[in-house]
C-alpha cells in the first residue's frame, strides 16, 4: 500500500495508544504488541510528554523505537505502520 491509501484507511482507525507524562519508553511494548495485532495504529501526544520536543520529532522518535513507519502526524496524533 502506499502512503495515501494508508491514510484513508486510518481515517477510521480509533486512537489506541496515549503517549502522557511517562514519555515514549512508557508506551514502546504497547505500541509493539498493537502493531503485531493490526497494521495501522493511531498514537496521541499529551501536551505532558512532548517535554519541549514537537509532536513530529517524539512521533518520529516513537516510530524509530517500534521499527515503524510514520504515515503522517495531524495535530497531537500519529498514525504508525508495520
Known amino acids: 500500500?502506499?502512503?495515501?491509501?494508508?491514510?484513508?484507511?486510518?481515517?477510521?482507525?480509533?486512537?489506541?495508544?496515549?503517549?502522557?507524562k511517562s514519555g515514549i519508553e512508557a508506551v514502546v511494548g504497547e505500541l509493539n504488541d498493537q502493531l503485531a495485532d493490526r497494521n495501522l495504529v493511531k498514537a496521541k501526544f499529551l501536551r505532558a510528554a512532548l517535554g519541549?520536543?514537537?509532536?513530529?520529532?517524539?512521533?518520529?522518535?516513537?516510530?524509530?523505537?517500534?521499527?515503524?513507519?510514520?504515515?503522517e502526524t495531524r495535530g497531537k496524533t500519529a498514525v504508525y505502520h508495520r
Open 52 to 71: 519541549g520536543t514537537t509532536v513530529d520529532e517524539a512521533a518520529a522518535d516513537l516510530a524509530e523505537r517500534v521499527n515503524a513507519e510514520l504515515i
Open 1 to 20: 500500500m502506499n502512503t495515501q491509501e494508508l491514510r484513508k484507511e486510518a481515517h477510521d482507525v480509533d486512537v489506541t495508544v496515549w503517549v502522557g
